[in-house]
């Protein structure tokens, strides 16, 4: 995100700037009461992780990350009512490397590692934010929702829903702003009475 600080904005940042670092997603597990551990032992023991974590002589806990994909990836978001529990999915959007503009959203099954992608040439896309579907049942059961602007025509802009499960397009809504639309990273979905998002 440095890379969008006033002093760095360049008309022609994509060429100017060709080694933009490539994000891609990571986990870290966090070992809790590792007092009674040994030294130089793994103190993760969560199942289908490689993420490690080892203390030293001094007590010192070094953790090693699990790279999940091997796909770039930005403002990963999940089903927020599994906010600090085990989740399964995730929603992000995607550049192609040595850019800054998101052109994709990408849903990642941890599970199955396994990737679903929605894209539009010449568009760009904004953060997915996932709503879950009121008395769902599966982690996945609900909308992702993200906009869209045309990088041709940036007063046209589309609010996409997709569906959770199968990532294939339930509808759009299309309109043009009285003039230019910037793009925007973040989302933000609110229900009546969440308390998710109540800051």
């Not at 490689?50 to 001094?58: M, P």
């Amino acid at each position: 995100m440095n890379m969008l600080t006033l002093k760095n904005i360049d008309p022609n940042v994509n060429e100017a700037r060709p080694n933009i670092p490539a994000v891609k997603p990571r986990r870290y597990v966090l070992p809790i009461n590792s007092e009674s551990k040994k030294v130089d032992e793994n103190l993760v023991s969560l199942k289908n992780t490689t993420a490690s974590a080892i203390k030293n002589q001094k007590g010192e806990i070094f953790c090693y990350f699990e790279e999940l994909f091997d796909v770039i990836s930005e403002l990963p978001r999940i089903n927020y009512s599994l906010n600090g529990k085990s989740y399964r999915y995730f929603y992000s959007i995607s550049s192609p490397e040595g850019t800054i503009d998101p052109n994709k959203v990408i849903k990642f099954d941890l599970q199955k590692k396994e990737v679903q992608t929605f894209s539009e040439e010449g568009k760009s896309v904004s953060e997915p934010v996932f709503v879950v579907r009121p008395n769902s049942v599966d982690e996945d059961d609900g909308v992702v929702l993200f906009s869209i602007l045309d990088d041709e025509h940036p007063q046209k802009v589309s609010l996409v829903l997709l569906d959770g499960k199968s990532f294939k397009e339930l509808g759009r809504a299309d309109f043009d702003a009285n003039g230019t639309v910037p793009n925007d990273f973040h989302g933000l979905f609110i229900a009546k009475k969440d308390q998710v998002h109540l800051y």
